[in-house]
């Protein structure tokens, strides 16, 4: 399983940008939403996602609200707001100009 250090630096907030553009979310469910979409490649620790949803809020991208979970329990849900939208967007085309950069030199024929 890939950790967060091993990711590309910054690509925890778009993902969780991306996930959280979905629906709102709990942190214990963005874990497992990760980790469900990403094939089990992806796991975040509560120590890197906690923090980056922190500096999200801070930052004015997502939101959280305290609601009651699946499970009965309150819980902080988390969803994005109009300039996390943005951002997102932002971000992703980012992240499509990276990964098609190290595409291109990843997929050079060999002499």
């Known amino acids: 399983m890939s950790r967060p250090s091993d990711l ?3 690509t925890l907030d778009l993902l969780l940008l991306k996930i959280l553009a979905l629906e709102p979310l709990h942190g214990v469910a ?3 939403r990760l980790k469900q979409v990403s094939g089990e490649v992806l796991q975040v620790s509560d120590g890197s996602l906690y923090p980056a949803l922190h500096k999200l809020e ?3 991208w997502i939101k959280a609200e305290w609601k009651t979970s699946e499970l009965g329990r309150r819980a902080k849900f988390y969803s994005l707001t109009r300039p996390g939208r943005k951002q997102l967007e932002r971000e992703a085309a980012e992240w499509q100009r990276l ?5 291109g030199v990843v997929t050079l024929k060999e002499a």
């Open 8 to 10: 590309v630096q910054g």
């Open 30 to 32: 963005i874990g497992r």
């Open 58 to 60: 801070q930052s004015g």
């Open 99 to 103: 990964s098609n950069a190290i595409n």
